[in-house]
C-alpha cells in the first residue's frame, strides 16, 4: 500500500503495513489508501449478556477479529465496530443494551452511506450474532437500493458459511457443540481474543460447566428459528459454560471466513452501481 508524505517531512511517508483499522490510522494514511479501489468491512454485533462466562462484546470482538483477517487477505480497511445490534432474546439478560431493530438498521445504513461518501467502493458487513441475519441483511439491501452500490454480509457463525470450506469446519464444529454446548462461542471468542491481542482471562473459564434452566421445548425450534417471540430468563440458556474449548478448530473457522469475504470484496471489483431504486 502506498505511502503519504507527511507535511514539512518528505522523508517520512506513512506506511500502513499491518494496521488495518480505521480508527488506528492518520487521516494521510487513510487518504492516500482511499486514492486507489478501497474497500471497508464494518464488523458489528451486539453488548449483551453470554452466559456466565463470556465477556457481553464477545460477538462484535468475534467480528472484528474476523474482519481484521479480511482486511488483510482484500487490502481493506476495517471501520470501527458497531456493538449495538439489535440482541433479541437477550435483552432482559444483565447487562444487554437494546436498540430496536429498525434503529439498528437506520444506524448501519447511515454508516454505510458515510463510508461511500468518503470513497469506499466496495463494502462488507461481518456479524457473529444470530439476530443480524435479519437486520444486517436487510439494511444491506436497503443500501443497494438507495445508493445502487452492493454490500456484502457474511456471518462468521458455523451453519452460516457461504463456501464449501466454511460448511466443511461448520460441520466439525456442531458435532463438538452438539457435545459440549458452549463449546463453539467460546472457542470463536478466544480465537477472536488471539487475533485481537486481548488478554484471555477476559473469558471466566473457572466458572462452573452446568446446562442450567433449559427453553421450553415448544420455544426451541419454531420461534427461536425466527427470532421472534420469547425471551432467556436465565443466563445459561444463552452460551452455557462448556467443559472445554478448541481455539486451533475455532481459529481455522474465522479464517475460512476472512477468506470468503476477501473473496466477495475481490469479486466486487468487476460490479458495475446500479440504477438507484424509486418508487
Given at each position: 500500500?502506498?505511502?503519504?508524505?507527511?507535511?514539512?517531512?518528505?522523508?517520512?511517508?506513512?506506511?500502513?503495513?499491518?494496521?488495518?483499522?480505521?480508527?488506528?490510522?492518520?487521516?494521510?494514511?487513510?487518504?492516500?489508501?482511499?486514492?486507489?479501489?478501497?474497500?471497508?468491512?464494518?464488523?458489528?454485533?451486539?453488548?449483551?449478556a453470554h452466559g456466565r462466562h463470556l465477556p457481553l462484546g464477545c460477538d462484535y470482538l468475534i467480528a472484528l477479529a474476523t474482519a481484521e483477517?479480511?482486511?488483510?487477505?482484500?487490502?481493506?480497511?476495517?471501520?470501527?465496530?458497531?456493538?449495538?445490534?439489535?440482541?433479541?432474546?437477550?435483552?432482559?439478560?444483565?447487562?444487554?443494551?437494546?436498540?430496536?431493530?429498525?434503529?439498528?438498521?437506520?444506524?448501519?445504513?447511515?454508516?454505510?452511506?458515510?463510508?461511500?461518501?468518503?470513497?469506499?467502493?466496495?463494502?462488507?458487513?461481518?456479524?457473529?450474532h444470530g439476530p443480524d441475519v435479519h437486520t444486517a441483511t436487510l439494511a444491506a439491501r436497503h443500501a443497494f437500493e438507495r445508493f445502487g452500490?452492493?454490500?456484502?454480509?457474511?456471518?462468521?457463525?458455523?451453519?452460516?458459511?457461504?463456501?464449501?470450506?466454511?460448511?466443511?469446519?461448520?460441520?466439525?464444529?456442531?458435532?463438538?457443540?452438539?457435545?459440549?454446548?458452549?463449546?463453539?462461542?467460546?472457542?470463536?471468542?478466544?480465537?477472536?481474543?488471539?487475533?485481537?491481542?486481548?488478554?484471555?482471562?477476559?473469558?471466566?473459564?473457572?466458572?462452573?460447566?452446568?446446562?442450567?434452566?433449559?427453553?421450553?421445548?415448544?420455544?426451541?425450534?419454531?420461534?427461536?428459528?425466527?427470532?421472534?417471540?420469547?425471551?432467556?430468563?436465565?443466563?445459561?440458556?444463552?452460551?452455557?459454560?462448556?467443559?472445554?474449548?478448541?481455539?486451533?478448530?475455532?481459529?481455522?473457522?474465522?479464517?475460512?471466513?476472512?477468506?470468503?469475504?476477501?473473496?466477495?470484496?475481490?469479486?466486487?471489483?468487476?460490479?458495475?452501481?446500479?440504477?438507484?431504486?424509486?418508487?
Amino acid at each position: 500500500m502506498r505511502g503519504v508524505a507527511l507535511p514539512g517531512n518528505a522523508a517520512a511517508p506513512v506506511q500502513l503495513g499491518d494496521v488495518r483499522r480505521l480508527d488506528l490510522l492518520t487521516a494521510p494514511a487513510v487518504a492516500s489508501y482511499l486514492q486507489g479501489d478501497a474497500a471497508a468491512i464494518l464488523p458489528l454485533g451486539p453488548t449483551e449478556a453470554h452466559g456466565r462466562h463470556l465477556p457481553l462484546g464477545c460477538d462484535y470482538l468475534i467480528a472484528l477479529a474476523t474482519a481484521e483477517l479480511a482486511a488483510r487477505r482484500a487490502n481493506a480497511l476495517v471501520l470501527p465496530p458497531f456493538p449495538y445490534s439489535w440482541p433479541g432474546a437477550t435483552a432482559r439478560l444483565p447487562g444487554t443494551l437494546r436498540l430496536p431493530p429498525d434503529l439498528v438498521q437506520q444506524v448501519l445504513l447511515a454508516i454505510l452511506e458515510g463510508a461511500m461518501a468518503q470513497g469506499f467502493r466496495r463494502l462488507a458487513l461481518v456479524c457473529a450474532h444470530g439476530p443480524d441475519v435479519h437486520t444486517a441483511t436487510l439494511a444491506a439491501r436497503h443500501a443497494f437500493e438507495r445508493f445502487g452500490r452492493p454490500v456484502a454480509v457474511h456471518h462468521a457463525v458455523p451453519g452460516r458459511g457461504t463456501t464449501p470450506q466454511e460448511r466443511e469446519l461448520a460441520a466439525a464444529a456442531a458435532l463438538r457443540e452438539g457435545d459440549d454446548p458452549g463449546q463453539g462461542e467460546t472457542s470463536r471468542l478466544l480465537a477472536a481474543m488471539e487475533i485481537l491481542g486481548l488478554p484471555a482471562e477476559l473469558v471466566d473459564r473457572a466458572s462452573p460447566a452446568g446446562e442450567g434452566v433449559p427453553l421450553p421445548q415448544a420455544l426451541k425450534e419454531p420461534l427461536r428459528a425466527s427470532g421472534a417471540g420469547f425471551y432467556f430468563t436465565d443466563l445459561s440458556q444463552h452460551i452455557p459454560t462448556p467443559r472445554g474449548h478448541d481455539v486451533p478448530a475455532a481459529r481455522a473457522y474465522l479464517e475460512a471466513a476472512g477468506q470468503a469475504i476477501a473473496e466477495s470484496l475481490e469479486a466486487m471489483r468487476h460490479l458495475p452501481d446500479a440504477e438507484v431504486y424509486s418508487r
